[in-house]
């Protein structure tokens, strides 16, 4: 067995044509532009529109464009992680639907369900398979349809999200890559954030659905304290634990679920705004799709050697950082 460190080759995404704006959310429930952009920093997100599409579409194109940057044919994965709250079906794995779509024949699949925090704990877990020498090239996934799970009744969640799909090839690395990450969970059996029913406790009835428990929910100002709180101390654990300061660092990519929440993870590690990627205003919160919308929108600015912070938090609760050389 090796023990190579696994690295980015080929990052991809898929966002949906139509464009959701706030103007347009005005219509839908009691909110204004000013409101959402001053409380958290989104203009507009893409929602899916057709529903014969859902998140295997999406994560199946952001594939296809994360093999062909690699330079990777599909027969050559060993392995697909899809990060997913919203999967086409609770199985078969939305990770099996793109394995076959894509043609990875002797890949093996499976979704992992870690919110927003997902896309982190699939670039972790792929790594270390990479890392392992279990696997040479593996496909990470980042994937949701928001827009399946959202009352848009309801303001305090509906201008907030949005759908989309990133993706990321894996491969061995000679030097830099994925160098070490740290995760965290703590049940949230307050249901801070949640969808209450469509799983084995609360399955599909009429009441779950006249009460739009198949909706999520969210006591955004106690996820709030909690997501500032979790995504500046993890990634200040990441970075003293590898003795990294501010200026070593070339760019935070933090999670987008709210302006203010990036901003104030940015102050506690001492990094100026110029390096942090921020897109929100473009996508909203796209679950565990953001991540991989931030490198594929940064990548031209990426050089080999960069030194990358990634955090996250959301449901679960999760909440994680990952500490990468970019080397492509
Ligand atoms: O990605 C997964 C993790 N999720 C997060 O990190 C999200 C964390 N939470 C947040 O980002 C914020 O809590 C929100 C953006 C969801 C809400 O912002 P807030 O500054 O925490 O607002 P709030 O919930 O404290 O509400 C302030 C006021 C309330 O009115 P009153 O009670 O002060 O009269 C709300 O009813 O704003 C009202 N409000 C709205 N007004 C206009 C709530 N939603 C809206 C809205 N438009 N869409």
Request: aromatic residues 8%; negative net charge.
């Amino acid at each position: 067995m090796s023990l190579k460190r696994a690295k980015i080759t080929g990052v991809g995404r898929y966002v949906p044509e139509y464009v959701l704006t706030n103007a347009e959310l005005e219509t839908l429930v009691d909110t204004n532009d000013e409101w959402i952009r001053s409380r958290t920093g989104i203009s507009e997100r893409r929602i899916l529109k057709d529903p014969e599409k859902a998140t295997a579409f999406m994560a199946e194109k952001a594939s296809r464009e994360a093999l062909e940057e690699a330079g990777v044919d599909a027969s050559e994965i060993d392995a697909i992680v899809i990060a997913t709250v919203t999967p086409d079906y609770i199985f078969p794995a939305t990770a099996a639907l793109v394995q076959k779509r894509i043609g990875a024949t002797k890949a093996y699949g499976f979704d992992l369900s870690a919110a927003c925090s997902g896309f982190l704990y699939a670039l972790s877990t792929g790594g270390m398979m990479i890392e392992s020498g279990r696997a040479k090239k593996v496909l990470v996934v980042g994937a949701d349809k928001m827009s399946a799970i959202v009352d848009y009744t309801d303001r305090t969640t509906c201008i907030l999200f949005g759908d989309a799909a990133g993706a990321v090839v894996l491969e061995e690395a000679d030097s830099g890559g994925l160098i070490d990450f740290v995760h965290h969970t703590e049940g949230d059996e307050d249901c801070m954030l949640y969808q209450p029913a469509g799983g084995s406790l609360r399955p599909a009835s009429i009441e779950t659905v006249q009460n739009r428990m198949h909706s999520l929910r969210q006591d955004g100002r106690s996820v709030f304290k909690k997501a500032t709180e979790g995504m500046a101390d993890v990634s200040l654990e990441i970075m003293e634990r590898n003795n990294l300061k501010g200026d070593d660092v070339a760019w935070l990519v933090p999670h987008q679920a709210n302006l203010r929440i990036i901003n104030a993870t940015a102050r506690r590690v001492g990094l100026s705004t110029d390096k942090v990627m921020v897109n929100i205003d473009k996508y909203g919160n796209t679950t565990a799709a953001t991540i991989p919308l931030c490198l594929y929108d940064w990548k031209d600015k990426l050089k080999n050697g960069d030194k990358l912070i990634l955090s996250a938090f959301g449901g679960g609760l999760t909440w994680g950082a990952v500490y990468l050389e970019w080397n492509k």
